[in-house]
Each structure stands twice: as structure tokens, then as C-alpha cells.
T-cell receptor, first 112, second 115 residues
Framework: QKEVEQNSGPLSVPEGAIASLNCTYSDRVSQSFFWYRQYSGKSPELIMSIYSNGDKEDGRFTAQLNKASQYVSLLIRDSQPSDSATYLCAVNAGAAGNKLTFGGGTRVLVKP | ETGVTQTPRHLVMGMTNKKSLKCEQHLGHNAMYWYKQSAKKPLELMFVYSLEERVENNSVPSRFSPECPNSSHLFLHLHTLQPEDSALYLC??????????????FGPGTRLTVL
């Protein structure tokens, strides 16, 4: 079983719609959770971090964390073509301090 | 320079060559990382340095040799690589310490091709 799982996509979203990405993780002691955006040929860029249950909003992005169900999600509101990228979910294994485990990423395509 | 920088950005080497990748962070962080990203595979953590000490080595072959002379610089020395080592090599840094979020920030990467 993979430690961090994401649907590989592609997730096709019309421009202006909401893109919903999900991520599940297996390690119950995980404490911090991150979403990275990676454009083709580029390095990952941190867009959201969350460590408390509930929602965290930053601009058009909302991260949602549910530790009991071991999932974290990312909502992108008013999706734009520039949001087309691969979104990586990363989980900090609390006991290991600064080690991040990444999912395989979800490719998002926003169509004009 | 700001953030995390890596050189070279592209590298082509033969299997008998020796080369080094360089990473420098300008964020005042105390932990640095090497990752490997191959096509259609998740990011793989290779090495972690915290306060200049190696704290993680994920069963990486000895043909990869890291070096962290200080908290701002990280090197990855390469020798006798194999074609399957061709990948994007990413450096990242974070501020460690108990209770922190340990947000990691990545450099632009080095695209390595082994012939």
C-alpha cells in the first residue's frame, strides 16, 4: 500500500469551475500536510500547508484536512488555464521530523 | 540570489564521468535535502542534512555521494552512473526544529542525462 495516494488524473475542469483534488495517507502520526504545484519541466512550488483539522483558505485555494479519515484535499476556485499543472500532496511523518513523503501527483487541465 | 539555487541546470554525462551538482539556499534554513524525480514516479527522497549532519540516507547507491559543508550549501557527487539514473535532481531546504511545519522549498532542479 502506498503511503500517500493521489488520483493521477488528468482532472479536466472548465475555466471558472472548482477543481477538487484528494489525497489519502496511511501514517496516522502524520502531523503536517502540504500541497505543491508543479508545472511541466519545473520544480515543485509550495502553495498550501495545513496541520489542523478543518479548512484553510488562501486566495483561490482551500486546503481541507480530516485526520480521522486520513485525507487532505485541495480546492481551486475559479480555475484558470494557468492552474493547469500537476499537484503534489506531501505528508510530514511527525516522528521523523523533517521527512516528507510525496504522492504521485494529480494532473489538472483547465480548459478555456 | 534568492530562494534555492542549483547548478548546473542541465548535465549530460557518460557512465565513466565524475560530476557534482551544487545547491545553495539563501533562506536561512538549517536543513537541506536531495530528491530524485523520474518520469511517472513520485518524488524520491535521497538524503537529508540537518544542521550539517546527514540524518537520512534512503538506501541510495554509493555512486551518489552527498556533501554538506555548511547550512547553506549542499553537493551531490556523481560517479559511474547508470542510464537509469537519468532524472531531475531537486534540492530543497527547510527550517527544522521540533513542532515546526518544516515547509520545504525547492530549487529549480538539475536535469541529468546519463549516456
Amino acid at each position: 500500500q502506498k503511503e500517500v495516494e493521489q488520483n493521477s488524473g488528468p482532472l479536466s475542469v472548465p475555466e471558472g469551475a472548482i477543481a477538487s483534488l484528494n489525497c489519502t495517507y496511511s501514517d496516522r502520526v502524520s502531523q503536517s500536510f502540504f500541497w505543491y504545484r508543479q508545472y511541466s519541466g519545473k520544480s515543485p512550488e509550495l502553495i498550501m500547508s495545513i496541520y489542523s483539522n478543518g479548512d484553510k483558505e488562501d486566495g483561490r485555494f482551500t486546503a481541507q484536512l480530516n485526520k480521522a479519515s486520513q485525507y487532505v484535499s485541495l480546492l481551486i476556485r475559479d480555475s484558470q488555464p494557468s492552474d493547469s499543472a500537476t499537484y503534489l500532496c506531501a505528508v510530514n511523518a511527525g516522528a521523523a521530523g523533517n521527512k516528507l513523503t510525496f504522492g504521485g501527483g494529480t494532473r489538472v487541465l483547465v480548459k478555456p | 540570489e534568492t530562494g534555492v539555487t542549483q547548478t548546473p541546470r542541465h548535465l549530460v554525462m557518460g557512465m565513466t564521468n565524475k560530476k557534482s551538482l551544487k545547491c545553495e539556499q539563501h533562506l536561512g534554513h538549517n536543513a537541506m535535502y536531495w530528491y530524485k524525480q523520474s518520469a511517472k514516479k513520485p518524488l524520491e527522497l535521497m538524503f537529508v542534512y540537518s544542521l550539517e549532519e546527514r540524518v537520512e540516507n534512503n538506501s541510495v547507491p554509493s555512486r551518489f555521494s552527498p556533501e554538506c559543508p555548511n547550512s547553506s550549501h549542499l553537493f551531490l557527487h556523481l560517479h559511474t552512473l547508470q542510464p537509469e539514473d537519468s532524472a531531475l535532481y531537486l534540492c530543497a531546504s527547510s527550517q527544522g526544529g521540533g513542532g515546526g511545519l518544516h515547509e520545504q522549498f525547492f530549487g529549480p532542479g538539475t536535469r541529468l542525462t546519463v549516456l
